[in-house]
């Protein structure tokens, strides 16, 4: 089945520092990833979805100078935290999109837990 | 995001009982709805799906029920074990641009021996 790999599964990062997660698809090209942020004890929210070869869209009230995404390749997409703060501390989850199997096609990877100290 | 960042509400049953979780969802024109379930510090799994024109849709165990004039969509497990216990999202997916795919609220499921 789809797998997709999300790395580092935990990081701690000193305030003011940036920090970069990948998120690839390891047998599946994915023209669509999505980047989600997971605070505890609450839902996925979207932040924005990532295209290759293209910009990101972000959604509102997401700073995309904060949070840069790269889609570089069909199997690799990165959100990199800028600037770090406590308040970026979460649970980072992203998704990548098969396009060709439908609803059950979007795959998560396991999250990045990054905690900002 | 377009997700409510609510806290997330509890469902307890015992082993073997029937489970019920429940989600209002915000798009009349989403084209899929997707139930998933995230175990703790893990991404999402898939569960089961039902496109818009569904109302029913069973899969082992688990029975997906939309209900688009109150925009409602519920999540029945029969014979609930404790290897369900976890958090449950329902989420949708756009029909528009990207097919974005947003959650709702979740519940947490704790299943007693």
């Known amino acids: 089945g789809a797998v997709v790999s999300q790395h580092p599964s935990r990081v701690i990062c000193k305030s003011g520092t940036s920090v970069k997660i990948e998120c690839r698809s390891l047998?599946?090209?994915?023209?669509?990833m999505f980047w989600y942020r997971q605070f505890p004890k609450q839902s996925l929210m979207l932040m924005a979805t990532?295209?290759?070869?293209?910009?990101?869209?972000?959604e509102q009230g997401v700073e995309k100078d904060k949070f840069l995404i790269n889609h570089a390749s069909l199997t690799l997409s990165t959100l990199t935290v800028t600037s770090a703060h406590p308040e970026d501390s979460s649970f980072y989850i992203c998704?990548?999109?098969?396009?060709?199997?439908?609803?059950?096609?979007?795959?998560f990877g396991s999250g990045t837990r990054l905690t900002v100290v | 995001g377009e997700s409510v960042g609510l806290h997330l509400p509890t469902l307890s049953v015992q082993e073997g009982d029937n489970s019920i979780i429940n989600c209002a969802y915000s798009?009349?024109?989403?084209?899929?709805f997707i139930w998933y379930k995230q175990e703790s510090g893990k991404g999402p799994q898939f569960i089961i799906d039902?496109?818009?024109?569904?109302d029913k849709r069973q899969g082992q165990r688990v029975t997906v029920l939309l209900n688009k004039t109150v925009k409602h969509l519920s999540l029945q497990i029969a014979a609930t074990q404790p290897g369900d216990s976890a958090v449950y999202f329902c989420?949708?997916?756009?029909?528009?641009?990207?097919?974005?795919?947003?959650f709702g609220t979740g519940t947490r499921l704790l299943v007693s021996p």
């Open positions: 998704s990548a999109r098969d396009g060709g199997r439908g609803p059950v096609g979007y795959t």
């Open positions: 047998d599946f090209q994915a023209t669509t």
């Open positions: 990532s295209n290759e070869g293209s910009k990101a869209t972000y």
């Open positions: 798009n009349s024109a989403s084209d899929y």
């Open positions: 039902i496109r818009s024109n569904m």
């Open positions: 989420a949708e997916i756009s029909n528009t641009g990207f097919q974005k795919l947003v």
